[in-house]
Structures are given as C-alpha cells and as structure tokens.
C-alpha cells in the first residue's frame, strides 16, 4: 500500500527537519539523505498506531505510547526508528536496561544516526555507565559513529572524552573543526574550575577526589556562579558518587544557566529520586525544575513543582 501523502509529508517533514539540523552541527551528514528511506510502504493500520503513539508521548502519556509502539514492532519487526522510539520512551519511563537494549538495536541498525548515539549515550549515562564499557558492542570501526559520539560528548560538556574519540577518529573537516571547538571549551572549563578554586588549611584539608572536596569546590562554584564548567565537575562527582542528590542540583542549575532545559530537568528529576528529608535542598530543585518547565513553555510541570516548595527553609 503507498504511503498516505499527510503521512509522507509527516514523516518528510521529520526527518529532513532532522537531517537538517545534523548537517548544522556535521558537516559530513548528507543533506540530501532522502526521507524516502524511512517511508517503504507502510499499512494503514502501521501508521495508525505509529502516529497515536508520538501523539501520547507528546502528551506524556508513556505507557499508552510504548504498547502502541509495540503492536507497530509486531506490524514491523525490523523497523529501527520504532526501536529508536521505544528507546526514548522507555528512558523517560526510567527503565533503562530496557531503554538500552531498544537504542543499541537503532544505533546498531544505523550507526551514522547522530539521534541514535545521542539517545544511546544519555542512557548509559542515566545508569552510570560508560560507552568505553561497552566498546565490543558498538560500531567503533565506522568513523561516522566516532564524528556523531565525539559531538555528542562535546555537546554535554565532556570535552575530555570527545577529545579522546576525535584522537581515534581519521582525520577530516568535520574532525579538525570540532577538535578546535573541544580545545577552546577545555580551556574554558580549566579556566572557570581553577577561578573557582577554593582555599583549605593544612588542618581540614580534603582528600583529593573525595566527597567532601567535590562539594566544596561545587559550592565555590555556585557562590562565584561560574557555571561554564560546573555540569563537568558535578557529572564527574556524580561517577564517584552516583547516589547524592546535592551533585544533581548542581549539575541541573548549570543546565538552567546555560539554557539547556531538558537536560536540566533530567538532571534534577533523577537526583529527586535520591532526595530524603533535606527540605532546603528540595527547595532548590523545585524551583530550578520551575524554571526549568517553564523554559519550554510547560506552565502545569512549573506550577506544581513551584507548589511543593516549603517556606521558611
């Protein structure tokens, strides 16, 4: 059956709009990649299902969306861009071994697919776990996966690890451009970390890589608001420290500053999983989540966060 033309002008109009912004931020994606190679010939009871579905998850509706993605994966058992879906869906459900498995099988499916190792890494990182951890497993051997994970890593902040990817990735346009890019944000990073660096005497001097030494240097971070490099210091707490919800507040209030809502609320919603019974620093998440909802125009999400705040703390 040929696909509808509301649905090819849908599907057209998402992944060419996709397309687009990748070849904004790499030069190297084909900009005239046509969305035909999504379409194929879709039944009308696919595509049924395939658009209620991004219709419940733009409503947050997850579990409604992830069983009509799955009768889609029934309809079509190799579609790649439903396993991308239910990849995503099953992140902001918080199930991530399955949210995983389902973005492997994309990424593997397309590893050029910059969304794909974009999804892939935010879900190891939800699980404290590392793309170098699972390295036999992935497509190292395409150079266009390490050009999309590179950028992915520098887009988060982690100028280090794009840096070490870009050192294994052959050499192109794309590579010298954003290796420039990686070298002026580490630089701006050690710049801000060392700004903020904070005096301790002899007598109650912390261990290096200690809890208590990334706090204080988070909290000299905070009071100078030097927020540049605060998400790198705070992720890099959180590898050690995966349970404290302070190194979430401060990883979410950096988001805020460097107006990445998204990744702000996800940041702070995780650490509220780990917040008991401290009402000022609940107090602060609430109000960066706030902000944070109201940044993308979600008035309900900011409202009730902002009603859980306690006065008086």
């Not at 170098?132 to 190292?140: A, G, R, S, T, V």
Request: proline share 3%; glycine share 4%.
């Amino acid at each position: 059956m040929k696909t509808s033309p509301i649905v090819s002008t849908f599907f057209g109009g998402f992944f060419l709009i996709t397309l687009s912004v990748c070849a904004q931020e790499t030069p190297e994606i084909n900009e005239n990649q046509s969305a035909e190679l999504f379409l194929e010939d879709y039944s009308d009871d696919f595509q049924d299902k395939f658009f209620d579905a991004l219709k419940q998850k733009g409503i947050e509706n997850y579990d409604r969306a992830i069983n009509l993605m799955l009768e889609c994966k029934q309809l079509d058992a190799a579609n790649y861009v439903v396993d991308h879906e239910l990849a995503q869906l099953y992140l902001n459900e918080k199930k991530y071994p399955v949210a995983e498995a389902y973005a492997l099988t994309a990424l593997l499916a397309e590893p050029d697919n910059l969304w794909y190792t974009n999804t892939y890494v935010e879900i190891l990182q939800k699980q404290q776990k590392s793309v170098e951890e699972n390295k036999e497993q992935l497509p190292f051997d395409n150079a266009k996966f390490k050009e999309n994970l590179a950028l992915v890593y520098y887009r988060k902040g982690k100028a280090k690890a794009a840096q070490s990817v870009l050192r294994e990735t052959p050499k192109s346009s794309f590579t010298q451009q954003l290796s420039v890019k990686v070298e002026d944000l580490i630089e701006t990073q050690q710049a801000a970390i060392t700004s903020s660096s904070f005096t301790i005497t002899n007598e109650n001097r912390a261990e290096s890589g200690s809890f208590e030494q990334y706090k204080a240097q988070i909290q000299g971070m905070l009071r100078a608001n030097h927020y540049l490099a605060l998400d790198q210091v705070a992720e890099e707490a959180l590898e050690s420290y995966p349970s404290q919800p302070y190194f979430y507040y401060a990883q979410g209030y950096a988001f805020n500053k460097k107006a990445k809502p998204r990744e702000a609320i996800e940041a702070l919603e995780t650490g509220l999983d780990y917040l008991v019974g401290d009402i000022a620093l609940a107090n602060k998440f609430y109000q960066e989540l706030a902000d944070a909802y109201n940044s993308i125009n979600n008035s309900v999400k900011a409202n009730m966060y902002l009603r859980k705040i306690k006065p008086g703390f």
